[in-house]
């Protein structure tokens, strides 16, 4: 099934979390000189138009990224929240009046962080996104983009020639078959390379699932594992995403405490009216 499109749900609130802590770890991957590999499972388009026929359709950014860079919140960010949204507000610096109207894919994220000694390595499945992830990374030399399959992609370039890596799996989860797939592929990975870092991204849809994850984790040995969920409305039995959450293998030490910082906001700023917004932040394994 390739039906997914990730431009409808740019920007949305599933999107703030997992590209405030991407850019919270590659940032702290600078921080040494030498350089690291950044693998991306399933990168889609690199770069989203806010303004285009599929975002507007949704409107979902309205209530994710916008509401974060509205001017009557800037003052009260968080400091750990500072550098993604100033690297958004980057990228929208020429853009007419200030107007939010691009928004990065996790590509677009590590684009602008990683150096010249670092490597990406990028996969997408998706015969119109594989395009234009192309053209998006058309300048960037070291780039490496394969139109593959992103969990098999991963595990082929484990370990690292640096022996630093970051590897991202977020796949659209079109299947029930992503949930334990994706789990099983970083348990793999970390038998090659057990030093790296890895963050799986979920949605939360139903329950169990999520819940069958956390289990297979637990019991598979890996060791250093966080937890971050954010919901904007509890369950539901009912069709649609609830919620959104990252495990963590690895993490760097001191991002605990800077999700502790910004999920308090986030409840503040991302809560729906009509419902009451969400998270929770645990050491599901321990080092």
């Known amino acids: 099934m390739l039906s997914y499109r990730h431009a409808f749900h740019a920007g949305n609130f599933a999107d703030v979390l997992k590209h405030s802590v ?98 990406a390595h990028l996969f997408e499945l998706h015969p119109t996104d594989i395009g234009y992830l192309n053209d998006f990374c058309q300048r960037w030399r070291k780039a490496h983009i394969k139109q593959s399959d992103g969990y098999q992609g991963v595990l082929s370039l484990l370990p690292p020639p640096s022996r630093r890596g970051v590897v991202l799996i977020d796949p659209p989860y079109e299947l029930k078959e992503d949930y334990p797939k994706a789990v099983k592929t970083i348990i793999k990975a970390c038998d090659k390379f057990t030093t790296g870092t890895y963050m799986l991204w979920y949605p939360v849809v139903k329950r169990a699932l999520v819940t069958e994850m956390e289990e297979t984790f637990s019991a598979s040995g890996v060791k250093n594992i966080l937890q971050v969920e954010f919901s904007q409305r509890p369950d539901t039995e009912e069709y649609g995403m609830t919620g959104t959450g990252l495990f963590i293998v690895n993490p760097p030490w001191q991002l605990k405490d800077q999700l502790a910082e910004i999920l308090p906001y986030l409840k503040t700023r991302l809560n729906k009216e009509e419902y009451t917004a969400s998270y929770r932040l645990k050491q599901l394994v321990e080092e």
């Open 22 to 119: 991407l850019t919270l770890v590659l940032d702290y991957m600078t921080r040494k000189e030498k350089g690291f590999s950044y693998i991306d499972s399933h990168s889609g388009a690199g770069m989203y138009q806010l303004t285009d026929s599929y975002a507007q359709k949704t409107g979902e950014y309205k209530e994710g990224i916008a509401r974060l860079l509205a001017a009557d919140t800037r003052q009260a960010t968080p400091a750990p929240l500072q550098p993604y949204l100033e690297l958004i507000e980057n990228l929208n610096r020429d853009s007419a009046q200030g107007e939010l109207s691009l928004y990065p894919g996790s590509p677009g994220i590590a684009k602008a962080i990683l150096r010249r000694q670092d490597s």
